[in-house]
Structure formats: C-alpha cells, structure tokens
C-alpha cells in the first residue's frame, strides 16, 4: 500500500530542512606548524533556509559574552591571512608565516540578516608553532662517524624533502628525503655551524644553527700535516727555524774566538811586543842622530831638544836642555 501523498510531501520537506542545520565543523581540531610556514585552517558551515549571511570571518580564543574581533582586520593578521573559502559553504583559510605568537585557538563565525543571530564554531583550531632542531653531539673525535639528525616535534609528511648546511652553505645539491646526515671518519675540517632545511612549496624553512666540535687525536698520522697546513702555522715553523739557525751560527762563532784565544796564548800578548819593539827602534834611531852644533841662544836649543821630544810621542823621556860638549 502506498503512503499518502501528504506524507511523503512531510518527509521531503523535513529532510530538505533538516540538512541545513546551524554549526561549523573542521577538518582538523589541532594543527602543528613550523614556524616561518603557511597553515591552512580547512572548514565548512551550514545554516537554515530563509537566512542571508551578511557577515562572515575567523576569530581566535573567542570569549563568552565579548564580542569577537574580525581577525582580517587586525594588523598583526592582515597581510598574512587569505580567505579560500565562499558564501555557501566553505570556510577554509590560510595563514601564512606564522610564529610562536599565532599559537590559540582560533573559531570561524558568521551573522546573519536576522537580528542576534549569528553562530560560532566552538571547540575551534589549536594552532602550535615549533622549529625545525637539529640534533648532534656537542663534539666527536676525529677519525670517528658522526649522525645528525633533523627533526621537529610536529609529524612531518611523508613527502617532506630535507636539504643540510655547514657555516650557512648547503652541503650537497642533492634533496634527500632521510632526514638524517652521516659524516665518516670526520676529519677537523668538518667542524663547524650545521643546520637542516624542509622544503615547503617554493621556499624552505631552516632550522637554527648547532656547533659541531671535532676533537684532535693524538694518534692519527696525518695531525703533523693538519698543524703545518693551519692558517699561519707554516710561516710561524719558518720563522722558528731561521731564529734557531742564527742562534747556532752565532754560538759557534763565539767558541771559535775562544778556542783560538786558549790555543794561541803568543796572539794575547803580539800586540804589546810588537809596541815594545817599535820603541826600541826610535830609540836607536835617536841615539845615532848627530850632535847639533851650539848655538848662543840657548832658548834655540831648548826649542829643537823639545821639539824631538814630542816627536818621540811621549816614549822617551828627553832631557829639554841640550848638551854640553
């Protein structure tokens, strides 16, 4: 037996009315973010027939009986937050550069054309904002392996492509997928600022910088070289060996000096012989120089007596006057 037509007219009219119910749901209740990337908050509404949304905008840490601010309007969200979705139904929007300061809860809301009435999605978003680490011991020995690792406390895709930097310059062109980094037998010029990246669409998120230290082996054969090869430590070994070659040269010569000093006692003394000798000779000299002839001044006399004395240069002793024959 077939219903009458008047029911069915009541279920279809039910079911039509029925679907257009008051609320907001969203895709997710809780969305974890790295900081300096886009988030995309996904969410539909739905409202009754015989209402006109004149209004309609996303608002965070809504307040009962405090009116919520249009976060479109506010400066610190302004610029960075895009609206995807429409008038119908859909709600989605993206917040794009987000920091540890856009953690909240965040509500969609709309108002109708009907007087008090409007409606807010809540339980909303809970957004948290966290940054890429890269993990590492604080130092290693040389010559041993060593794995960093890059990770975050919010799950990353499946899909997310990892890129690794030293002092700020990427280590390989080559994205990997492993958000792990290997360094065999690390040597001392692999020390230094390391720091892992995710590419999110056309620009990558870079986590802060941790120092890797490698510590100097003592037994390793190559730790001469890796001194020698340092900046400077070449130029200050040839300085050092040219003071010490001049050091020896120096010593040497002195114990040359000496040694002929000790050897030849007659070199001490050749000086003062050779003095003597030479005194003897103007002496001679002086005794064979023929008597002047007298002459009445005898001032003249004394003159030409004082005159070879000075001309002795003080060796002999002379008598100034002259003598008497």
Same mark, same amino acid.
Request: one cysteine or more.
């Given at each position: 037996?077939?219903?009458? $037509?008047?029911?069915?007219?009541?279920?279809?009219?039910?079911?039509?009315y029925?679907?257009?119910?008051?609320?907001?749901?969203?895709?997710?209740?809780?969305?974890?973010?790295?900081?300096?990337?886009?988030?995309?908050?996904?969410?539909t509404?739905?409202?009754?027939?015989?209402?006109?949304?004149?209004?309609?905008?996303?608002?965070?840490?809504?307040?009962?009986?405090?009116? /919520?601010?249009?976060? /479109?309007?506010?400066?610190?969200?302004?610029?960075?937050?895009?609206?995807?979705?429409?008038?119908?139904?859909?709600?989605? =929007?993206?917040?794009?550069?987000?920091?540890?300061?856009?953690?909240?809860?965040?509500?969609?809301?709309?108002?109708?054309?009907?007087?008090?009435?409007?409606? #807010?999605?809540?339980?909303?978003?809970?957004?948290?904002?966290?940054?890429?680490?890269?993990?590492?011991?604080?130092?290693?020995?040389?010559?041993?392996?060593?794995?960093?690792?890059c990770?975050?406390?919010?799950?990353?895709?499946?899909?997310?492509t990892?890129i690794?930097?030293?002092?700020?310059?990427?280590?390989?062109?080559?994205?990997?997928?492993?958000?792990?980094? $290997?360094?065999?037998?690390?040597?001392?010029?692999?020390?230094g600022?390391?720091?892992?990246?995710?590419?999110?669409?056309?620009?990558?998120?870079?986590?802060?910088?941790?120092?890797?230290?490698?510590?100097?082996?003592?037994?390793?054969?190559?730790?001469?070289?890796? =001194?020698?090869?340092?900046?400077?430590?070449?130029?200050? #070994?040839i300085?050092?060996?040219? #003071?010490?070659?001049? =050091?020896?040269?120096?010593?040497?010569?002195?114990?040359? =000096?000496?040694?002929?000093?000790?050897?030849?006692?007659?070199?001490?003394?050749?000086?003062?012989?050779?003095?003597? /000798?030479?005194?003897?000779?103007?002496?001679?000299?002086?005794?064979?120089?023929?008597?002047?002839?007298?002459?009445?001044?005898?001032?003249?006399?004394?003159?030409?007596?004082? /005159?070879?004395?000075?001309?002795?240069?003080?060796?002999?002793?002379?008598?100034?006057?002259?003598?008497?024959?």
């Amino acid at each position: 037996m077939a219903p009458p $037509l008047s029911l069915v007219i009541l279920l279809v009219i039910h079911r039509a009315y029925g679907q257009y119910e008051w609320g907001v749901k969203y895709r997710d209740s809780h969305i974890c973010a790295l900081k300096n990337s886009s988030v995309i908050m996904s969410c539909t509404y739905s409202y009754p027939t015989g209402y006109k949304i004149m209004k309609l905008f996303w608002t965070k840490n809504p307040r009962k009986g405090e009116e /919520s601010p249009d976060l /479109s309007e506010d400066p610190e969200y302004s610029q960075r937050l895009q609206y995807l979705g429409d008038t119908q139904q859909s709600c989605t =929007i993206r917040l794009s550069h987000v920091t540890q300061k856009d953690e909240d809860e965040y509500c969609f809301r709309f108002i109708t054309d009907k007087p008090d009435v409007k409606w #807010i999605g809540y339980p909303g978003v809970n957004l948290t904002v966290t940054d890429l680490q890269v993990e590492a011991p604080e130092r290693v020995t040389e010559g041993h392996n060593v794995s960093l690792t890059c990770k975050s406390s919010c799950t990353l895709t499946d899909r997310a492509t990892f890129i690794w930097y030293r002092n700020s310059q990427p280590l390989t062109e080559r994205r990997d997928r492993n958000n792990q980094l $290997l360094l065999q037998s690390v040597r001392r010029e692999d020390a230094g600022r390391y720091s892992c990246a995710v590419q999110e669409h056309n620009h990558y998120l870079i986590s802060p910088d941790v120092q890797l230290n490698v510590m100097f082996y003592p037994g390793a054969d190559r730790n001469v070289i890796v =001194i020698a090869a340092t900046s400077g430590g070449l130029l200050i #070994i040839i300085i050092i060996i040219i #003071i010490i070659l001049f =050091i020896m040269k120096w010593i040497k010569r002195r114990s040359t =000096i000496q040694e002929y000093e000790t050897n030849d006692p007659s070199a001490s003394s050749y000086a003062a012989l050779d003095l003597k /000798s030479r005194s003897d000779d103007l002496y001679n000299t002086l005794t064979t120089v023929p008597p002047t002839p007298a002459v009445q001044h005898s001032g003249s006399s004394e003159y030409e007596n004082l /005159s070879v004395s000075r001309r002795s240069s003080g060796l002999l002793n002379i008598s100034s006057k002259s003598p008497h024959y």
